[in-house]
């Protein structure tokens, strides 16, 4: 059974710029959840996506959105990037049906902006 | 009041210790308790997870639950070197799943 998997691994970009993210989930899951981590904050939720619908949402600003299509595959964008912005953006798959259910993440997506 | 707070340690036992590892969180209605491990460089994976008050043992590993003091912990029994990771408490207080900031643990040799 295939991973997560997320792509790009590693980009720079400068600020002002904006960034796509990709993620594609574990066959026969629907939901996708992206989270930021960056050093001593540990995972930030920034949004959950459910069957091509935003089911919940962190407490990012609107430069940060998403979106899922019909085959669970998930995007993510940053527009007008900033320095704050750096970080590693992970993203997590499950079927998202369950209370308790393991989350499957990717490897991670690395943005630095300069 | 952050929703999963931990110590962000760095925490330091050496091998065959008990390793003791805190998390608090604020949302009453959660239900659902897990611990993840991040290895430097990797992403996290499951070691555990509890929904009932009490404790739940899995080798070396036991979480404890409290829920009337919102209060988990996990707990490592003869830590090994290999289990130097950061250690991320979760909790899912519906079909969300929010993570502490995580405890970094070393196993010194």
């Known amino acids: 059974k295939a991973g997560v998997t997320q792509t790009p691994r590693y980009l720079i970009k400068t600020r002002g710029q904006q960034v796509t993210l990709s993620c594609s989930p574990i066959?026969?899951?629907?939901?996708v959840s992206w989270y930021q981590q960056t050093p001593g904050q540990g995972l930030q939720f920034l949004f959950e996506?459910?069957?091509?619908?935003?089911?919940n949402k962190g407490n990012f600003p609107g430069r940060f959105s998403g979106r899922q299509f019909s085959n669970s595959r998930s995007e993510m964008n940053v527009s007008t990037l900033e320095l704050g912005d750096s970080a590693l953006y992970l993203c997590?798959?499950?079927?998202?049906?369950?209370?308790?259910?393991?989350?499957?993440f990717g490897e991670g997506s690395r943005l630095t902006v300069l | 009041q952050k929703e999963v707070e931990q110590n962000s340690g760095p925490l330091s036992v050496p091998e065959g210790a008990i390793a003791s590892l805190n998390c608090t969180y604020s949302d009453r209605g959660s239900q659902s308790f897990f611990w993840y491990r991040q290895y430097s460089g990797k992403s996290p994976e499951l070691i555990m997870f509890i929904y009932s008050n009490g404790d739940k043992e899995d080798g070396r590993f036991t979480a404890q639950l409290n829920k009337a003091s919102q209060y988990v912990s996990l707990l490592i029994r003869d830590s090994q070197p290999s289990d130097s990771a950061t250690y991320l408490c979760?909790?899912?207080?519906?079909?969300?799943?929010?993570f502490g900031a995580g405890t970094r643990l070393t196993v010194k040799p």
């Open positions: 979760a909790v899912n207080p519906g079909l969300l799943v929010r």
């Open positions: 996506y459910f069957s091509e619908t935003q089911r």
């Open positions: 066959s026969g899951h629907r939901s």
């Open positions: 997590a798959s499950s079927t998202g049906l369950a209370l308790l259910e393991e989350l499957f």
